[in-house]
């Protein structure tokens, strides 16, 4: 799935600055992370977690669960265990890959 083909989905303009480093979008019903191509690891989970904190923010409001001090244990929940899935699927494959070219090379 193309990216101009999401925006129309979304409802969102086709164009996007070729600089960006993360995006989130939703429709109310889906939602998108994207990550622009970032072969530095530190980066990479920094922009991750902080497309994923919108996730959550958006995903627990539009269910009726405002940010509080009452509520702050569910979005740190759902966010560590979001974060953890990305790791394990993406970030520690993308670090395998890396490792194997490395062991390649030498």
Not at 31 to 45: F, G, M, S
Not at 47 to 59: G, K, P, Q
Not at 67 to 78: C, G, I, N, Q, R
Request: charge should be negative.
């Amino acid at each position: 799935l193309q990216y101009k083909d999401l925006c129309t989905y979304f409802d969102e303009p086709d164009h996007v600055d070729k600089n960006y480093v993360g995006l989130y979008t939703t429709n109310g019903r889906s939602h998108i992370i994207r990550i622009n191509k970032e072969d530095h690891i530190p980066q990479l989970i920094n922009t991750i977690s902080h497309e994923v904190l919108h996730f959550v923010i958006e995903l627990l409001k539009n269910n009726g669960m405002k940010l509080s001090d009452k509520s702050e244990e569910a979005y740190t929940y759902l966010n560590g265990f979001v974060m953890g899935q990305i790791y394990t699927h993406l970030v520690q494959p993308i670090l395998d890959h890396q490792n194997k070219k490395i062991i390649e090379n030498k």
